[in-house]
């Protein structure tokens, strides 16, 4: 019982954060293009040796 | 008009000039941004799907000179580029354009910025609603797991956290419904939102009140989860809106629409359309579209109005009459007085039956709007009778509301909510894939119940663009070149096209309406029209031309339509799927013959006023049909908003894109898949809205007898939710396959 007077609240804090860090992604833009996000992986952007 | 006054507007072609051609970005500087030293300008570029296109153009443009930022958004198409410096942006637009995309000028709408919010604003709410969703099932699956064994105080903290966690949640994720629910409900209606409502708010009260007197059950989590699964329906199909408007937009915001105003000075300006006004002086250069209605200040000029009335052969005006927007400018450069503002100018008279065309359209009852018609009192009757069953059986107040929430749960419609959405959004990203631009998902229904398709001539099945026929003499080809080199006019460049390179008659004439004269070698060569040459030759087409060649005896040259490639494919494949295909053209009866019997389509009207036409729709529409109208035209727009569903081709005029369901950029052979797919579509849905009726049989006995605990919601709800986005997702590979 009292390992859930800690845990509880840790683990809405981590969730919290993962809220958190969802906004700030979807406020910064990231969710606007998701096929370009899923491309722009793929491309190489190292200069030639 | 007299001899002398077309010999007065004679017009001298000097070598050289004639073939210093604009580019066709010239009027994108008009849409550039400048904000300090950086300017910015958004395009839109259609044709790139993949990391390979996406590296290239980005690539290519961020190596221009000045370019500081260069970026696509791969989902809308649209491109946003941020440069210092003087660099031209028709050369950023070249640049795309000579790596092989289509790119034009990305009009940006205050309802595209309005749409971006709400999908935003959605995805948040989202959000927010599985975090509380996800958090309050790890309480609750402790409370389940722990049934029998944990204390009645645990169980009231757990409970006690739930609600805590789920108030905010309801509150901040809740709103688009209530929001909705009460917009409804104000005006004495009802929709879905309203039971939705009902539910969560019901669901929450009790649960705290059942929490506070330490009772068995909550329903925290099943509010929550309700919400999480009701938004991800929500959200989809804002995606699906807003990236169909915003390609359909900018597919009509051409480059080509910024226009020459001339100020008082006499300078030439581009500016962008929006900003003329009536009484204006604005130039209409050669190729050029008029956006706005106008009035020719200059003595004549000879314009190509097929988009406006449908015919193709070109029109002659002189000064003081009426030049309509959409109309594009054959002669030289003339100048023109605006009669009114872009926003206005396209037709006070086709606005009234696009209005009328669109009421008809919001009188079409969705599938899912008729589901929820049966629905909505289906469940409330259901929820109170199961309260006062309850209460009349004595089980006491506290028990039979509990009972009635949870059948109202149970039974809300998740799976109802996501049985369109998700269908729409996969059948409308396969189609985008595709080059096909839905206007609304709801449209695919309509598409789905189509028997007849009506078909526009010009610009929907032939090119509108004249050629020369195969049978004509190379030599007689090849003379007439040298006069048409020095002619934009669709005839010359038909017989250019014919000749190939090669050289240009030393000061061509060109005279508006009749035709192209020089002195060659010392005798007068003339190309023009039959009438105008002087030879009558019993046949008066307009497509004729004749060559005459000193004193010789006049050759006739003779120009076809072409079919635009793959149509007659199209066709077959329309009606082997059992589609009723019909021409309804403005142009010439003897040209819609031709091409209705090319195509082997039986049924053909001809030189049908915009007026005919709407009344020709609305007769079919008499006899019962549903009929899919295909059109590109000004003079189809108002057919086009009166049919049961339309298309219209990516050439088209913004008021015939905005007035169909869908744009089209591959050509008409894509019209076969866009059918198809609407039709497998509906089927979908209708599965998917069987199984919810399904699942309601099943679910509401269960609810009403008292068995639906918290548990039991959780399961029935997300089961449903999952198989009916399943079901759905199998359109994918329909589309894939075939």
């Given amino acids: ?49 | 008009m007299s001899n002398s006054d077309v010999l007065a507007y004679t017009r001298d072609w000097s070598l050289g000039d004639e073939h210093k051609e604009d580019s066709p970005f010239e009027g994108l500087s008009a849409f550039v941004q400048k904000s300090g030293k950086s300017q910015h300008l958004e395009l839109h570029v259609s044709g790139a799907k993949c990391a390979g296109c996406l590296g290239k153009i980005e690539k290519a443009v961020g190596a221009l000179e000045g370019v500081s930022e260069a970026r696509l958004n791969l989902s809308t198409g649209k491109f946003n580029i941020t440069w210092q410096g003087p660099l031209p942006a028709s050369s950023i637009a070249e640049t795309v354009s000579g790596l092989g995309y289509g790119v034009s000028a990305a009009a940006e709408t205050d309802a595209d910025e309005l749409q971006r919010k709400e999908e935003r604003e959605l995805l948040l709410a989202m959000g927010v609603a599985a975090f509380a969703a996800a958090n309050i099932m790890l309480l609750s699956v402790s409370v389940w797991a722990g049934a029998g064994e944990m204390g009645a105080n645990t169980k009231q903290i757990l409970h006690a956290i739930s609600g805590v966690i789920a108030l905010p949640a309801i509150v901040y994720s809740g709103r688009p419904f209530f929001r909705s629910a009460w917009s409804v409900l104000k005006r004495g209606r009802a929709n879905m939102d309203v039971p939705i409502s009902l539910a969560i708010t019901l669901a929450f009260t009790v649960s705290v009140v059942e929490t506070i007197r330490g009772g068995e059950h909550a329903y925290f989590d099943a509010a929550a989860m309700l919400i999480f699964f009701l938004l991800i329906g929500r959200f989809l199909e804002a995606r699906v809106r807003r990236r169909a408007c915003s390609a359909a937009n900018d597919l009509a915001g051409m480059s080509s629409r910024a226009v020459t105003r001339i100020d008082c000075d006499g300078n030439a300006l581009k500016v962008n359309p929006g900003v003329v006004a009536p009484g204006d002086i604005l130039l209409l250069a050669q190729g050029e579209r008029a956006v706005v209605d106008m009035a020719l200040a200059d003595e004549l000029c000879e314009l190509d109005e097929s988009l406006v009335t449908g015919e193709s052969a070109p029109h002659v005006l002189t000064k003081g009459m009426r030049i309509y927007a959409g109309a594009v400018n054959l002669s030289g450069p003339v100048q023109a007085k605006a009669l009114s503002r872009a926003s206005d100018s396209l037709l006070a008279d086709i606005g009234r039956m696009l209005d009328a065309g669109e009421q008809r359209r919001s009188a079409y009852r969705k599938i899912a709007d008729k589901a929820v018609a049966l629905y909505v009192p289906f469940v409330h009757s259901a929820a109170a009778l199961t309260f006062i069953g309850w209460m009349l059986a004595g089980a006491g107040f506290r028990q039979s509301i509990l009972i009635a929430v949870s059948t109202l749960i149970i039974t809300c419609p998740c799976a109802l909510a996501l049985a369109a959405p998700v269908a729409h959004v996969v059948a409308a990203g396969k189609l985008f894939q595709k080059g096909i631009f839905l206007k609304s998902g709801d449209a695919l229904e309509r598409f789905a119940s189509v028997d007849r398709i009506v078909l526009d001539k010009t610009g929907t099945l032939s090119l509108g663009v004249p050629q020369l026929s195969d049978a004509t003499d190379q030599k007689i080809i090849a003379d007439a070149a040298l006069l048409a080199r020095a002619s934009r006019h669709p005839l010359s460049r038909a017989i250019t096209d014919a000749a190939g390179a090669g050289p240009v008659a030393p000061s061509v004439k060109e005279i508006p309406g009749c035709g192209l004269e020089a002195n060659i070698e010392g005798t007068l060569w003339r190309l023009g029209s039959g009438q105008w040459i002087g030879t009558d030759l019993g046949e008066t087409h307009t497509r004729n031309l004749y060559l005459q060649r000193g004193d010789e005896e006049p050759i006739p040259l003779e120009f076809t339509d072409r079919l635009i490639p793959g149509t007659d494919d199209a066709i077959r494949d329309l009606e082997k799927a059992g589609y009723e295909t019909e021409i309804l053209s403005g142009d010439a009866e003897g040209r819609v013959a031709e091409v209705a019997h090319d195509l082997g389509i039986s049924r053909y009207t001809s030189a049908a006023s915009p007026r005919d036409k709407a009344a020709h729709l609305e007769a079919l529409r008499e006899q019962g049909h549903k009929v899919l109208m295909v059109g590109d035209g000004l003079n189809d727009a108002g057919a086009l908003s009166l049919a049961h569903a339309s298309v219209t081709p990516g050439t088209a005029i913004d008021i015939s894109q905005s007035a169909s369901d869908a744009v089209y950029t591959g050509g008409i052979s894509s019209l076969p898949l866009l059918l198809k797919l609407s039709r497998r579509t509906r089927n979908v849905m209708l599965q998917n809205f069987t199984f919810a009726a399904l699942y309601n049989l099943v679910a509401i006995p269960i609810a009403v007898t008292g068995h639906a605990t918290p548990l039991v919601a959780a399961l029935a709800m997300s089961f449903s939710s999952v198989a009916v986005s399943l079901n759905a997702i199998r359109l994918a590979a329909f589309a894939e396959g075939k």
């Avoid at chain 1, 840790?10 to 969730?15: E, K, T």
């Avoid at chain 1, 700030?24 to 370009?36: C, E």
């Fill in chain 1, 1 to 49: 019982m009292s390992g859930i007077l800690f845990l509880i609240p840790i683990a809405l804090f981590m969730g919290l954060l993962g809220l958190g860090a969802f906004i700030w992604s979807v406020r910064s833009g990231q969710f606007d293009d998701p096929a370009g996000s899923a491309n722009r992986i793929l491309i190489d952007e190292d200069e030639p040796l």
